[in-house]
């Protein structure tokens, strides 16, 4: 039970960091008028949950770290409801073009970034777990 406690607060912080996260980028891309704050967030969102899904399959960390940084900061810095109001508002105010750009933009760079990382953060502690091996015998 007292795990349980640890993953859902390091759910609600990493929740808080993200979402946070999430607003000051979105200000600071709000007077281009077009909503690259989120597709920023979800691109950029997806690079680390993939990475991050690759390093913890090697590193495997305790549950309440990869709770609070899966679930809880990708998940805060990421919206997929924004993603869909936002298509709405460009199919709205623009052309049907912006807004399949966007959302296909959206998309398939999140899936590539997902595997960018997935591929990086296998490379990278593959590495690490070899260099530590090599560390131990020498």
């Given at each position: ?71 809880g900061l990708c998940g805060g ?62």
């Amino acid at each position: 039970m007292k795990e349980q406690w640890k993953i859902l607060i390091a759910i609600g912080v990493g929740a808080a960091i993200g979402t946070l996260s999430r607003y000051a980028l979105n200000l600071i891309t709000l007077e281009t008028g077009y909503p690259l704050g989120t597709m920023i967030e979800n691109l950029t969102g997806s690079l680390l949950l993939g990475f991050l899904t690759a390093w913890f399959l090697v590193s495997v960390p305790k549950e309440w770290l990869k709770a609070g940084l899966g679930v809880g900061l990708c998940g805060g810095f990421t919206t997929m409801s924004t993603l869909a109001a936002d298509a709405a508002f460009l199919l709205q105010e623009y052309t049907i073009m912006n807004s399949i750009l966007y959302v296909f933009g959206s998309m398939v760079g999140g899936i590539l970034l997902a595997w960018i990382g997935y591929r990086a953060g296998t490379i990278l502690s593959s590495r690490l777990k070899q260099k530590r091996a090599k560390e131990v015998e020498g």
